[in-house]
Every structure is written in C-alpha cells, then in structure tokens.
C-alpha cells in the first residue's frame, strides 16, 4: 500500500492493492493462532481480544494518520511508513516466532475434520450474520442521515464512535470469555445488541441514549470476535489457522457480501426499515449458537 503512490497506472495499482489484500489476509489467521499457542488457557481470552483490538483501534486512527502525514509530507513519503513494519519483522524473528509449531500432530487424530464439524459450520454462519449488520450500518449510516438533513459531520462521528466501541468491545468480549466461556459470551453480547440496534435504528431522533445504544451495539457486536476465534481453534484444534481465517475473513465475507440484499431491499421499502430488518439475520445468529454444542464430539463419535 505504501508504494501506491507510485503505480504508474490502473493496473499496476490494482495488483497493489490486492499483494496488501492478500498480506493482511494471510497475516491475521497466522497471528491468531500463533496468539492462541502462546498464551495461557486461563487468559486466552482477553489476549486475543488483545490481539483483535490492536488492529480495530488502528483501523479506526488510521484514515486520520495518514491523511495528516500525506498532507505533510506527500503520497510519494508513504514508503516511510514501511519501517515500522520492518522492525517488528526483525523483531519477531529474533524472538524465534517462525519457529513455533502451530500444528499439534496428535490432534489430528482427536477431533473431527473441519468439514464434518457442524459446530464450526454453525459459528461460522453465527458470525457472517453478525458481520452482515456489522458492514451494513456503517455502510448505509451516512446516505440515512444524509437523506434526513443531517450534516456529514453527524455520520463520520457516529461512525467513529461505532468503530472505537468496536476496539473496546474486543478487550470487553475478552475478558467475558475468560469469565462466562465461549458460548455464554457470545450469546449474552449478541442478545444484548438486538434490542440496542432495534431501537437505535428506530428512532429517527438523535438523543443521548441513540449514542449510548449505538456504542452498545459496537462493543457487542465485535466483542465476540475473541471467543468466536478461541471457540474455533478449540473445535478443530488441528486446523486453528484454518478456522482463524473462517472467523475473520470467510464469515466476515460473506456478511459483507449480504449488505447487497439490505441495499436491494432499501429500493423497495427505504433505507431506514431495510436497515431494521437486517437487524433479524442478528436475531437469527443468537438462535444458532444456542445450538452449539460446547464441546465437539471426537472422531469417534462423528458420523462416517
């Protein structure tokens, strides 16, 4: 990303932005599973919403960050920004983080294959439809309160309210996990934040309690993203970067891929009931992981 700046055309910046695409997309499943090797059982928890809050609270600062540095300094400076990454390489490396072992080769043996866990399948469903609300709020925030006469201004502090609950919801989320378990955590925050979002959605008034329900609903809504990755990794232990990916890139993919259904259905009934609806899908994921089970069946148990 750093070198966009220098792309000479359309196509050369495309392949830029899809090498960082496909960096960020093999880092975050690695990093999680590495954070979920090396940290202790009791804690897992509130270090991995550790991990998940560090990269919310820099995907909420950085739009900020760079639009300053680039004002001072100019798009062709952005290489500079490489170097923190280069020290952490460093780093990383001499620490020995390459050299853990991520795969336990006797859990192979113990638990059932990613494709004949249900209960992987139905967390993974439970999470995509949490992120279809997710990415359609602050999405469709700012055309909804731009079509009702608010200032832009409105919709980029709402939005940045919502995204820093977000980073707050991790480190929360966390340490529900470590005190409720995985399950418990997520049903209670995903039950909290139907009615959060029903109402702030509802009203059209912008009241202290709209801001209160909608930095609930932030803070639910990413505040099981650490349970829903540990929850996985336990399931299918011997696959944990694997299903690291499906709790932060697949799940959250195919939730982004559904704004299109709130989009195609604000065309027909408004954007404001459109949005009101996708608040079901969320409803819809509190049923589903209520199902899980907490503890996967064995190999032996699973069906042939």
């Known amino acids: 990303m750093c070198f966009v700046g220098f792309a000479p055309n359309f196509f050369t910046l495309a392949i830029l932005v899809a090498l960082s695409g496909l960096g960020s997309s093999v880092f975050h499943p690695l990093g999680s599973t590495l954070t979920n090797k090396v940290t202790p059982t009791h804690n897992k928890g509130v270090l991995m919403s550790l991990f998940i809050a560090g990269g919310n609270v820099g995907f909420a600062v950085a739009p900020v960050c760079v639009v300053l540095f680039l004002i001072k300094f100019g798009i062709t400076s952005l290489p500079w920004l490489i170097a923190p990454s280069i020290i952490l390489a460093l780093i990383y490396y001499f620490h020995g983080l390459h050299r853990i072992n991520i795969v336990n080769v006797s859990q192979i043996t113990e638990a059932v294959p990613w494709y004949k866990s249900s209960s ?3 967390l993974n469903a439970v999470m995509a439809l949490r992120a279809w609300i997710q990415t359609a709020l602050p999405n469709f925030l700012p055309l909804l309160l731009a079509t009702e006469g608010h200032p832009p201004t409105l919709a980029g502090t709402m939005i940045t309210v ?27 925050l995903l039950t909290v934040c139907v009615p959060a979002l029903i109402y702030f959605i509802s009203n059209r008034e912008i009241t202290p309690l709209s801001w209160a329900m909608l930095i609930i609903s932030g803070i639910a809504l990413q505040g099981v993203m650490p349970s829903s990755i540990v929850w996985a990794q336990d ?30 259905a604000a065309d027909i009934i408004g954007l404001r009931s459109a949005l009101l609806w996708t608040v079901a899908p969320l409803a819809l994921a509190v049923i589903i992981a209520v199902t899980i089970p907490l503890k996967e069946k064995s190999i032996a148990d699973a069906p042939s």
């Open 120 to 122: 992987l399948i139905k």
């Open 162 to 188: 919502f995204l820093i609950s977000g980073a707050c919801g991790g480190f929360i989320g966390g340490w529900l996990n470590d005190k409720l378990g995985r399950k418990t955590c997520i049903v209670t």
């Open 235 to 264: 399931i299918i232990p011997h696959s944990a970067a694997m299903v690291s990916g499906m709790m932060l890139g697949l799940s959250f993919g195919l939730g982004g891929a559904s704004v299109a259904i709130t989009g195609a």
